[in-house]
């Protein structure tokens, strides 16, 4: 299966740019939740700060999930 995208440029240009950078995006989100997994799993002595970690990481799974997009990032 092949997929063309078409702008009109440069009046597209943000939809353009979206769609070209979203693989950066992913890659990016993936490498933050990682991130913040490892730090709950190894780099969290205070309990404060781990609740706040937590909160951030299913926040931003949350946005995800309510977006349908969870699935390409987790």
Do not use: S
Not at 2 to 28: H, I, S
């Amino acid at each position: 299966m092949k997929a063309t995208l078409e702008f009109n440029l440069p009046d597209e240009w943000e939809e353009f740019d979206t769609a070209t950078q979203g693989r950066d995006v992913v890659t990016a989100v993936r490498k933050h939740l990682y991130n913040l997994r490892m730090q709950l799993k190894h780099g969290i002595e205070d309990d404060q700060e781990a609740r706040i970690v937590e909160r951030c990481r299913a926040e931003l799974l949350e946005c995800l999930e309510e977006r349908g997009v969870a699935h390409i990032v987790c």
